[in-house]
């Protein structure tokens, strides 16, 4: 069985503390020191803060993996639905720029009429394409993983065939269609959290790989669909 136990506090500090101990006392229930556990935190200056107060109690930082929620659900998800292709943000930057130069004799195939923003801006640096289509990949980027992440339920309309009206979101859409809409294709997390959580409630007790502990601190300014 999954259980979830939150403790909140109006003090960072409070909850840092109350981490601490919690893993101290596994500790000192006899658990073994080295195994794995998954430490969620929000950036790396509360990781450098928690390994050093961790270390000083018996070196029980030893078997803990830190990392974002993020990063934490994208490895939870590779490990509980091994068959889905997952694509990160490095990855989406790729294929946006794939896509982009594949098609640069043909833009309205992925979305992009002649009419739209992006298909405007790449005319008016003609006189270096390349370039213009680089930094327009970087730009799509974070609009893709922006809408993606916080707005999943409308990008999965798009995918399944709602056609925005008007705007910006006729272009989005279209090209969000063109890298997602074969669902055999990578897709962000945040577009299989459906997926990922059926799994998790119709799987085995034990997936393999998963630690034995999960604890996430400070990590409550998080998108809505995580």
């Known amino acids: 069985m999954y259980t979830l136990t939150i403790h909140s506090s109006a003090f960072p500090r409070v909850l840092l503390d109350k981490a601490v101990n919690l893993l101290g006392i596994l500790h000192q229930e006899g658990g073994n020191p080295l195994q794995t556990r998954w430490l969620i935190q929000p950036g790396r200056l509360w990781e450098r803060d928690l390994r050093r107060r961790l270390a000083a109690d018996k070196g029980i930082a030893a078997g803990l993996t830190f990392g974002s929620l993020r990063l934490s659900l994208e490895r939870a998800f590779r490990m509980v639905c091994p068959n889905a292709g997952l694509m990160d943000e490095n990855q989406l930057y790729w294929s946006i720029l794939n896509l982009l130069f594949s098609n640069k004799d043909n833009l309205a195939s992925i979305g992009l009429s002649k ?8 005319k008016m640096t003609a006189d270096d394409a390349s370039m213009g289509r680089v930094h327009l990949a970087r730009i799509f980027c974070g609009i893709l993983d922006d809408h993606a992440t916080h707005r999943p339920a409308e990008v999965l309309a798009w995918l399944n065939g709602m056609i925005p009206a008007h705007g910006d979101e006729a272009w989005i859409a279209g090209l969000a269609r063109a890298l997602w809409g074969d669902r055999s294709r990578p897709r962000p997390l945040s577009l299989h959290l459906n997926d990922f959580v059926n799994a998790l409630n119709n ?11 999960i604890m996430s601190v400070l990590t409550g300014a998080q998108p809505k669909a995580y």
């Not at 739209?116 to 801006?121: R, Y």
């Not at 085995?204 to 502990?213: R, S, W, Y």
């Open 203 to 213: 799987g085995p007790k034990k997936f393999p790989g998963l630690p034995a502990l």
């Open 115 to 122: 009419e739209s923003a992006p298909a405007e801006w790449l």
